[in-house]
């Protein structure tokens, strides 16, 4: 049974969701399977902490800004990367997320391989501690209950230049009452 949820869309929080660990988060769905769940990386909390303070190897290709990013609450002392490559190979230490979007040449990065077998053939790479993940069909769950906008990626908001307006710039290229809802207010109250 399909449930919408798949590779390569984006998790929008909506106004609504008020959970600290995703209000007003882009989440990146990485991994979907309707038996095992969800597993996502929020694109839009850049932290104070250099790449080269934790992965040394990586830093000088990492794409500004070169922090690592909190992909979410699970696991924070774990990094994962992202990186996106021209071309349709898979080359070693990369694996694309999904081959049918507008995110097909965003990979997942093994972080354990030497950077120089990447280097080479990288047009981005991000860095992110942590990651979101939902168990089967609580995501679904969420999305009904009005937590989430799933829409469509594109390969720019994963490395998004200014990624505290990605939350805003993701909605309103949506149109229509998205749009809207891209002018709400961080907090209504002030409104």
């Not at 990651?131 to 009904?144: D, N, P, T, V």
């Amino acid at each position: 049974m399909e449930d919408g949820i798949r590779v390569g869309l984006l998790l929008v929080a909506t106004p609504q969701l008020d959970d600290p660990n995703f209000k007003r988060s882009v989440v990146l769905v990485v991994e979907h399977d309707l038996e095992g769940g969800t597993l996502g990386v929020v694109l839009n909390r850049p932290t104070e902490v250099p790449v080269d303070r934790v992965l040394p190897p990586w830093a000088e290709l990492v794409t500004g800004p070169s922090v690592v990013f909190q992909g979410g609450p699970v696991a924070l002392d774990n990094a994962l990367a992202l990186a996106r490559l021209p071309g349709e190979d898979e080359p070693l230490g990369w694996r694309a997320l999904d081959g049918g979007s507008e995110v097909s040449r965003v990979g997942l990065v093994d972080l354990d391989a030497p950077p120089a077998l990447l280097a080479p053939e990288l047009l981005q790479l991000r860095v992110f501690a942590g990651y979101a993940g939902w168990s089967a069909g609580q995501l679904r769950s969420e999305i009904e209950e009005g937590a989430w906008y799933l829409v469509p990626a594109e390969a720019g908001d994963v490395f998004a230049g200014d990624p505290e307006r990605l939350w805003q710039e993701v909605l309103r290229r949506q149109g229509g009452d998205l749009a809207f809802v891209s002018t709400f207010p961080e907090d209504p109250t002030l409104n």
